[in-house]
């Protein structure tokens, strides 16, 4: 039963401190993406990579926030410092892009909840 | 850029009774359109999705959802709901130009009552 898979699964942090938050996408996709969600804004695309490079990353504050895919096992998203807004939930997901689009559903992970005091 | 509306926050039916979750969408071009599920403390689960080809598409757990494309809308119904079906449902749409980005909408919560 192919999953994504994320840690941790909680963190608590104080601002200012570093977070690192590691994604493993279903073997086989091609396709990463980083979401965040809270009550108020809802479910937000932060950065996506295909084959491993960043194709769109608008949605992440660029000062503090970034990802990478160091190899095709892993993706990573890095709050540096942190900050009490930080707080949500950071969801992973993968998919398999066909040619030049994706064709079939995304798959989630089971998120990353971040507490920032 | 494509949108989602889900206008409705709360959906409350019986057990046993016919669920509806309402989406409208806009896109350039043909639209790509998913439901998903999120259960409390996990991530969304795929339920469904239309590419091309007949209207009404089936999914997981009993769900349907007919694509309606002169009220751009992909409603999702269920003709018996039950219990275990309440949950947050997020619908879903992106366009068919190579863009991969989804877009999704606010999401439902589905209230089932015993």
């Known amino acids: 039963d192919a999953r994504v898979t994320q840690t941790p699964r909680h963190k608590v942090t104080e601002m200012g401190q570093e977070v690192t938050m590691r994604c493993q996408p279903i073997?086989?996709?091609?396709?990463v993406f980083w979401y965040r969600q809270t009550m108020m804004q809802g479910l937000e695309l932060l950065a996506y990579f295909r084959n491993r490079a960043p194709l769109d990353d608008s949605g992440m504050p660029k000062d503090r926030f970034s990802a990478e895919m160091p190899d095709a096992t892993l993706a990573t998203l890095k709050i540096q410092p942190s900050e009490p807004r930080d707080s949500a939930v950071y969801f992973c997901?993968?998919?398999?892009?066909?040619?030049?689009?994706?064709?079939?559903?995304?798959?989630f992970g089971p998120g990353t909840r971040l507490t920032v005091t | 850029a494509q949108s989602v509306a889900q206008p409705e926050d709360q959906v409350k039916v019986a057990e046993g009774n016919p669920l509806t979750v309402k989406c409208t969408y806009s896109?350039?071009?043909?639209?790509?359109l998913f439901w998903y599920v999120q259960y409390p403390n996990r991530g969304l689960q795929f339920l469904l999705k239309y590419i091309t080809g007949d209207n009404l598409v089936k999914g997981s757990y009993g769900f349907e959802a007919e694509f309606n494309k002169s009220q751009t809308s992909f409603h999702l119904k269920k003709p018996s709901a039950l219990v275990s079906d309440s949950a947050l449902y997020f619908c879903a749409v992106r366009d068919s130009y190579g863009n991969n980005r989804l877009a999704f909408g606010k999401g439902n919560q589905v209230v089932v009552i015993p």
């Open positions: 997901a993968s998919g398999l892009a066909l040619g030049q689009s994706v064709m079939h559903e995304q798959y």
């Open positions: 073997l086989g996709h091609n396709t």
């Open positions: 896109v350039s071009g043909n639209p790509y």
